[in-house]
């Protein structure tokens, strides 16, 4: 069905993205275009495929069907409910778009930039963000800012699914589940993002400080 793309990154979809999608399409339409719509609708929270996306900043591609030459400026995850990755790309004509690169039709020109520790942290946020999801993500940056300088976590630890069946059964059950799952997957991400920046400290905290203001709800001085 449609959804089979977007469970193959779960859990690792914010709480949106989570219910099963259904895709009605006519018997003719093309995988290809199928697939180009899951790329519009799926959050990716694939650690080597960010890591690439980094590494294009600062590249330069080329168009195939027109030939015409183009530099990948910047790259960001959207801090929206559907975190989706966009580059900013400047062609030679001077216009400057923001793209899904995978459904563009461009080849690499140059090398990549080199994957750096701070890259790396980059990344690491990234999936913070996509995993944690567009609410819980200011918490998590806070929460990793703590840890980070004063060696504390607020999160819980994640706890093992007990063998029982739940006793409300059901829905609520099926709620629980979920909800532990998302503590521990955020947890492990936050975790992961802790070890990268212990190589990197002094850019990660600045880097850290500058996301926190960026992902801050509207009203709280940050930018939305």
Known sequence: GGSDGLELNAPWLPQVMRSQVVVMVEP?????LLSRFLFRVTPIADERYLVFCHRLVGAAVRERASGESATILAFEVLNTALPLPIHTVQRKSGETQR?????CD????SRLAPPTKVLK???ALDRLRVIGGIEAYPGLLCDLQQQLVCGESSLPAPTTPSAEPPLSGGLAGDL????TEEVAAAQHALQ????????CMDEALVLLAEECARAAPAGTGGTS
């Open 192 to 199: 992961h993002a802790a070890s990268i920046a212990n190589d």
């Open 121 to 123: 942290f980059r990344v």
């Open 106 to 109: 461009f080849m690499l020109v």
């Open 176 to 179: 629980g589940q979920s909800a």
């Open 28 to 32: 003719v339409v093309q995988i290809g």
């Open 99 to 103: 793209v899904l690169l995978a459904l």
